[in-house]
C-alpha cells in the first residue's frame, strides 16, 4: 500500500523550489552594502580622510548588491 502524495503537495514543493533562490535576497543585498560601507568606515579611519572611502565603499557595496540581485534574477530565467 503506496501513499500517494496530494496534487497540493507537489505543488507547495515547486512553488518554494523556484522560490528558494529569491527568500534571503534581502538579507543578502542589505550585508552586502553594510559591508561595502563598514570597510570603507575602517579604512577612513586608519587613514583619516572621512568619508571619501566610507562613500566609495558605500557605492561599491550598492554595486556588488546590485550584481548580485541581477545575476540571481535573470539566472532564474530559463
Do not use: C
Not at 496534487?7 to 527568500?23: G, I, K
Not at 542589505?30 to 558605500?58: H, Q
Amino acid at each position: 500500500m503506496s501513499e500517494k502524495k496530494p496534487e497540493n503537495s507537489r505543488d507547495w514543493t515547486r512553488a518554494l523550489r523556484e522560490a528558494a533562490p529569491y527568500l534571503g535576497m534581502g538579507t543578502a543585498l542589505a550585508v552586502t552594502v553594510l559591508l561595502g560601507l563598514g570597510a570603507g568606515y575602517w579604512i577612513d579611519g586608519k587613514l583619516g580622510t572621512r568619508p571619501i572611502f566610507f562613500l566609495i565603499g558605500g557605492t561599491l557595496g550598492i554595486g556588488a548588491a546590485g550584481y548580485h540581485f541581477f545575476k540571481t534574477v535573470m539566472g532564474q530565467k530559463r
